[in-house]
């Protein structure tokens, strides 16, 4: 209860709040916090707000294309992009988990402006030409282009692709279109950036420009969960063959964890230079408590309910109780390679606020008929929504 009174009170203050915020954050936090939170407790005050705050981030979509803004200010409606971003571009992961939510707020609003919004985006990607069928991070919502041509499917790209299954599944398998474009993503991403190294570790590596980068980031991680969330669904009978690139995905991951001194998985990890599944990089070795390996873990276990992905997860928490404990709370830390801990002082938002971490562990270690999948889709962030019927 008190995760929803944080949700609920913080969503009142953005509305007065004569600063910009980022629509991707307040639509997967707070958007997304009280949607879940009135399917759960069918409270109507939950269902007001989240529709009062959808309708807030609604300007950010007056772009020549529609594709919203990164940034705006929600009391005079401005939008803008981040200032690094290629050529003043969009960023894939960011107005692409837009649709689980706003597909809600349209149902729940009878407002068709939101569901409207966001298949404008489809449109916009439909129209365009994919390299090798992938989809760069970067789109200029002004001129309807591509920028940089850099494809990842951790920072930048990740829920993106999420967002494409799950809004197939929400629609109870209706949304044929989010299912294709998921599927054919996942073929370009299989025959383009998934790799096996020299030892049989299986990962996915970014592409920028054409060119393969043998890295693999904490946050790609989350795709050992979403493969095997898709796997029933693959077409062309490759339901196994995804459900075995899912586990191997998982297993690599794991792999990042068990080769550092304290069990943690860093930021990033590279295969090249005769290392596999380590980070070489010092702005690499950071661990901030991420919550991906942890996720995928879950969706492994509620599908093949192989004991080691339980005792993967309970690895994880004595490596956190033991490193990152600390009087105040969580800490990352700046060196998982590292024997004793040098603590960044920080607690993530998103590890105990929002608690992804400990929302994932709850369901890897609860009984499968605990928000079962065939009930509910979990957004970015965790909040679990209902599919439609």
């Known amino acids: 209860m008190s995760f929803i009174i944080h949700i609920f009170l913080l969503s009142c203050v953005l509305f007065f709040q004569n600063a910009e915020i980022s629509v991707f954050e307040v639509n997967i936090r707070f958007v997304g916090g009280l949607l879940s939170a009135y399917y759960l407790s069918g409270k109507e005050v939950f269902r007001?707000?989240?529709?009062?705050?959808?309708?807030?981030?609604?300007?950010?979509?007056?772009?020549?294309?529609?594709?919203?803004?990164?940034?705006?200010?929600?009391?005079?409606?401005?939008?803008?992009?981040?200032?690094?971003?290629?050529?003043?571009?969009?960023?894939?992961?960011?107005?692409?988990?837009?649709?689980?939510?706003?597909?809600?707020?349209?149902?729940?609003?009878?407002?068709?402006?939101?569901?409207?919004?966001?298949?404008?985006?489809?449109?916009?990607l439909n129209r365009l030409d994919k390299p090798q069928g992938l989809y760069p991070n970067y789109l200029n919502p002004n001129s309807g282009q591509w920028g940089q041509h850099h494809v990842s499917v951790g920072g930048l790209g990740d829920s993106f692709y999420e967002y494409l299954l799950k809004a197939w599944l929400m629609s109870d398998k209706t949304d044929?279109?989010?299912?294709?474009?998921?599927?054919?993503?996942?073929?370009?991403?299989?025959?383009?950036?998934?790799?096996?190294?020299?030892?049989?570790?299986?990962?996915?590596?970014?592409?920028?420009?054409?060119?393969?980068?043998?890295?693999?980031?904490?946050?790609?991680?989350?795709?050992?969960?979403?493969?095997?969330?898709?796997?029933?669904?693959?077409?062309?009978?490759?339901?196994?063959?995804?459900?075995?690139?899912?586990?191997?995905?998982?297993?690599?991951?794991?792999?990042?964890?068990?080769?550092?001194?304290?069990?943690?998985?860093?930021?990033?990890?590279?295969?090249?230079?005769?290392?596999e599944a380590i980070a070489t990089r010092q702005n690499e070795k950071y661990f901030i408590l991420r919550p991906e390996v942890i996720e995928t873990y879950m969706y492994m276990w509620r599908f093949t309910h192989d004991p080691k992905y339980r005792q993967w997860g309970w690895e994880a928490v004595q490596?956190?109780?033991?490193?990152?404990?600390?009087?105040?709370?969580?800490?990352?830390?700046?060196?998982?390679?590292?024997?004793?801990?040098?603590?960044?002082?920080?607690?993530?938002?998103?590890?105990?606020?929002?608690?992804?971490?400990?929302?994932y562990l709850y369901l890897l270690f609860s009984d499968d008929d605990h928000l079962p999948f065939e009930h509910w889709v979990f957004n970015t962030e965790a909040h679990p929504l209902p599919r439609t019927r």
């Open 176 to 275: 044929e279109e989010g299912k294709k474009l998921y599927y054919d993503a996942l073929q370009a991403i299989e025959k383009n950036l998934i790799r096996k190294s020299s030892g049989g570790l299986t990962y996915i590596a970014e592409w920028k420009g054409g060119l393969l980068e043998h890295k693999m980031g904490h946050l790609t991680c989350f795709a050992g969960g979403m493969i095997a969330l898709g796997a029933d669904g693959a077409p062309d009978d490759k339901t196994g063959h995804q459900m075995e690139l899912a586990a191997e995905i998982a297993r690599t991951c794991h792999e990042s964890y068990a080769r550092t001194s304290m069990k943690l998985g860093p930021e990033a990890f590279r295969f090249d230079g005769g290392v």
């Open 319 to 359: 490596a956190l109780e033991k490193y990152c404990r600390v009087d105040g709370g969580y800490s990352g830390v700046r060196d998982v390679y590292a024997n004793t801990p040098n603590h960044d002082d920080v607690q993530q938002s998103f590890y105990l606020i929002l608690s992804l971490f400990f929302r």
């Open 48 to 124: 007001r707000k989240a529709v009062e705050l959808g309708e807030k981030l609604l300007p950010a979509f007056k772009t020549p294309t529609g594709v919203p803004w990164a940034l705006l200010n929600l009391k005079s409606g401005i939008g803008r992009n981040w200032p690094w971003a290629s050529g003043g571009s969009s960023i894939l992961a960011e107005y692409g988990t837009l649709h689980l939510e706003f597909m809600h707020l349209g149902a729940l609003s009878g407002r068709p402006v939101f569901a409207e919004k966001v298949m404008n985006i489809r449109k916009v």
